[in-house]
């Protein structure tokens, strides 16, 4: 990885004022990584699929395929050693899909 890129990042958090502006910058610099080094087409197994992208488990992302829901797959083998991959796009796209942006206000009377 280059050396820059964790220079910066370490001036960066030592500038950071609180645990939760260091934990955002964390969020945002794990997330900039995540997409230098993917690409679309680049396959990800279940295991990286429920590292990387947090919204999955893999026990989920397995009862997701059983339904015939979740993101697209590709599947290698016979049922039994089967092996499973996604491509990033897929998953991303499946997230982008099932966002909701809702805003909680509460109520004062």
Request: charged share 30%.
């Amino acid at each position: 990885m280059n050396t820059d890129f964790l220079d910066a990042f370490h001036q960066a958090a030592a500038k950071t004022k609180t645990p939760e502006a260091y934990q955002s910058l964390k969020r945002d610099t794990f997330h900039k990584i995540r997409q230098a080094i993917f690409d679309d087409e680049h396959l990800m197994n279940e295991r990286e699929v429920a590292k990387f992208f947090r919204a999955f488990t893999v026990r989920g992302l397995q009862a997701m395929r059983g339904k015939g829901s979740g993101p697209r797959y590709l599947k290698f083998g016979n049922s039994r050693n089967a092996r499973v991959f996604y491509k990033v796009k897929d998953v991303r796209d499946f997230i982008d899909r099932h966002y909701q942006d809702k805003i909680w206000f509460e109520q004062t009377s």
